[in-house]
């Protein structure tokens, strides 16, 4: 059972297989994969918001990937409706919170997070 570590706690994961034909699971293209807000089915019950990428869809699944507190890439198949996807204003604030305070002004020099360059 996978498990993933986020803002210090440990989650154990489902990660359902998607049934039907392959043909049709359709892929982002390479590199221009959405940012997205994803609900992942714990196996405790409940789910946890992870924030990632989606990589492919099909079957009413969306395949979304995040990285955990070790920095570890994490992967599943998640209901399409537990998916929603994040502006960039979103995105940019969520790595705001999630670098060192110590590096952000590095990339966020004077400009609030969520805000155009």
Do not use: F
């Amino acid at each position: 059972m996978p498990t993933c570590t986020l803002a210090g706690v440990e989650y154990d994961y489902l990660t359902p297989t998607v049934e039907g034909e392959l043909e049709e699971i359709h892929s982002w293209e390479y590199g221009k994969w959405p940012r997205v807000e994803a609900a992942g089915p714990l196996t405790s019950g409940g789910s946890i918001n992870d924030y990632g990428q989606a990589m492919r869809w099909g079957h009413g699944h969306i395949l979304a990937t995040w990285l955990d507190d070790t920095e570890h890439t994490h992967a599943a198949w998640i209901p399409a409706a537990s998916v929603r996807r994040l502006t960039a204003s979103e995105w940019d604030i969520i790595e705001y919170h999630q670098t060192p305070p110590k590096r952000r002004p590095i990339r966020w020099t004077k400009r609030l997070p969520g805000l155009p360059e």
